[in-house]
């Protein structure tokens, strides 16, 4: 498997550390979270290794190249239009989450809108460039913030704050029933392999996924949700976390770095965390836009011999996200990732299903 699809899941795994998944975990800590991380487990790997193997019959093409050739206009276009309005919304959720984040945590005092012109304008340069460069880019981003991020990681789960007692009480809750919000909540962190619909052209899928893959990505799952929810928990206590809004950056802030320039682990913390989520934002968005030009390229939209379809949906991209944060506040967030989740299943079923009509019209 591609080195590729491995960098587009820990994106996701990194980015959702400190995202709205473990938030919504910690408000139904005592409602069947340990199950549901398990369910969820076992639901996000199996999907990912699916979408992997199916993607395989499809070398060197895209989603909509691959619907196109194979269903009529009827089908993908609604498909197609489906998609590129998902992923526009789970880049919208991460770009609002760590917009409100970066103003409460390091720059409280700046404008709402000019931290988002911000994130804005390096994003849209991003989604100019060709794929194999955001590829490129992702890989050179976690070579260089992720052996930091895990620095400071085992850092955390080193620290003499962290109580192991409020884990065990954590544990106690085994028992409960899973809950489907939580449930959904948890499988999202696995998604990051989804982006091969369009990164599929440029990567190369050898060989089946097996049995090596589905540990590697079991494992990185696992330490992610067990960190993701537990660690937290670990400093701030079983009853008291439900009330956090960002649990993430409550906890590290309650580590320190005595003889390093910054003590404070916050700061590095959020910032790595943010460059981070930039390239899952531009991900996301490269996705959406790439799935927007499929269906809505406006061949009569020319200057200088240049099509200006993809400008245009950059700007209605930015507009919307320009609108969105200051409309929207922490709570407001929290119920609108939640919905976002609940509907992951019903993504992965069109999107399986769909691979599954066109691998049977192309007789493959």
Not at 91 to 108: A, D, K, R
Not at 143 to 152: G, K, R, S, Y
Not at 343 to 356: A, D, E, N
Request: net charge positive; charged share 15%; hydrophobic share 55%.
């Amino acid at each position: 498997m591609s080195r590729y699809i491995y960098y587009f899941i820990l994106v996701t795994l990194v980015t959702n550390l400190i995202a709205s998944v473990p938030r919504i975990l910690m408000r139904d800590s005592d409602d069947g979270v340990i199950q549901s991380m398990i369910l969820a487990m076992i639901f996000g790997v199996s999907l990912t290794i699916i979408v992997i193997n199916l993607f395989r019959y499809f070398p060197n093409m895209t989603l909509p190249e691959i619907l196109k050739k194979s269903t009529s206009k009827w089908f993908y276009f609604p498909v197609l239009l489906y998609f590129a309005c998902s992923w526009y919304a789970a880049g919208l959720i991460t770009l609002t989450t760590y917009v409100l984040m970066f103003n409460t945590f390091l720059s409280f005092e700046t404008s709402m809108i000019f931290t988002t012109l911000a994130f804005l304008l390096i994003i849209s340069f991003g989604l100019l460039i060709k794929a194999k460069s955001v590829l490129y880019m992702t890989e050179v981003v976690l070579i260089m913030f992720l052996p930091v991020i895990l620095f400071l990681i085992i850092k955390i789960y080193t620290d003499p704050k962290l109580d192991w007692d409020f884990v065990k009480v954590a544990m106690t809750y085994i028992n409960v029933f899973p809950s489907y919000k939580t449930f959904s909540a948890s499988s999202y962190i696995f998604i990051g392999a989804v982006n091969i619909v369009i990164f599929n052209k440029y990567i190369k899928i050898k060989k089946k996924a097996g049995i090596k893959q589905i540990a590697i990505i079991s494992l990185m799952g696992i330490f992610t949700l067990f960190t993701t929810y537990f660690i937290p928990i670990g400093f701030n206590g079983f009853e008291q976390i439900e009330n956090l809004t960002f649990p993430w950056i409550t906890t590290s802030d309650s580590v320190r770095m005595k003889y390093s320039i910054i003590e404070r682990v916050t700061f590095i913390f959020v910032i790595l965390f943010t460059g981070v989520a930039f390239i899952s934002l531009l991900i996301h968005w490269y996705v959406s836009l790439k799935l927007f030009e499929s269906i809505f390229h406006l061949k009569k939209l020319q200057w200088k011999n240049k099509n200006l379809s993809s400008y245009l949906i950059i700007l209605l991209f930015n507009l919307i996200a320009v609108f969105l944060p200051r409309q929207i506040n922490e709570f407001e967030l929290l119920k609108v990732s939640k919905l976002f989740y609940n509907l992951l299943p019903i993504f992965y079923g069109v999107l399986i299903v769909s691979l599954l009509i066109a691998k049977r019209r192309l007789k493959l």
